[in-house]
């Protein structure tokens, strides 16, 4: 059997390369929540109800991926690493709620070619304060970034899914 010549080996390199390149972890996520809560989050398990599942479907747009969603808690805070799609591939962020508000929300890892603007401190800091309103929505208006509008929408879906879950694991 003859050997492949070099050049045939460019795409799947090409393709191995962008794939790694691709995913930007900018912050790990156990890194997110010794960061948001401390030494003290205790992780706990949320079992989606066919209730709750309509519910987030509803606020997401589509079906929830899981039948569980793993947090942290830490007092009255709560922290919540949620993924989502933004044009073809998942973001993954961190939100910390407390008082049925967000109180920071943070992209671990982003893997879209563009639109990464979302990670910087000035986009997110929108986030904070942000509720939770009776028709699924936030109480706050959302600045979008030019070039970034699904990853915009893909950081509201999960803000909203985060208010909603907290509000759910405090429900007795």
């Known amino acids: 059997m003859r050997d492949l010549p070099s050049w045939a080996l460019i795409p799947s390199v090409l393709v191995a390369a962008h ?30 109800t066919k209730p709750m599942q309509a519910e987030l479907a509803a606020t997401l747009g589509h079906a929830p ?26 973001i993954t962020a961190g939100f ?12 671990l890892v982003y893997r879209e070619s563009r639109g990464m603007e979302i990670r910087y401190p000035a986009f997110l800091r929108q986030y904070a304060g942000a509720e939770l ?3 699924r929505r936030l109480n706050k208006e959302i600045d979008g970034i030019a070039g970034a509008t699904l990853s915009v929408n893909a950081m509201v879906r999960m803000a909203r899914e985060a208010l909603y879950l907290d509000r759910m694991s405090r429900a007795p």
């Open 65 to 90: 991926s899981q039948l569980r969603q793993r947090y942290w808690v830490a007092g009255e805070k709560t922290a919540w690493i949620l993924e989502e799609i933004g044009k073809e591939e998942p």
């Open 96 to 107: 910390v709620v407390a008082g049925d508000r967000i109180e920071q929300a943070r992209v």
């Open 19 to 48: 794939a790694v390149a691709g995913e930007q972890v900018y912050l790990a996520p156990e890194a997110f929540i010794l960061q948001a809560l401390g030494g003290h989050a205790q992780p706990r398990i949320l079992w989606l």
């Open 133 to 135: 309103t009776a028709d």
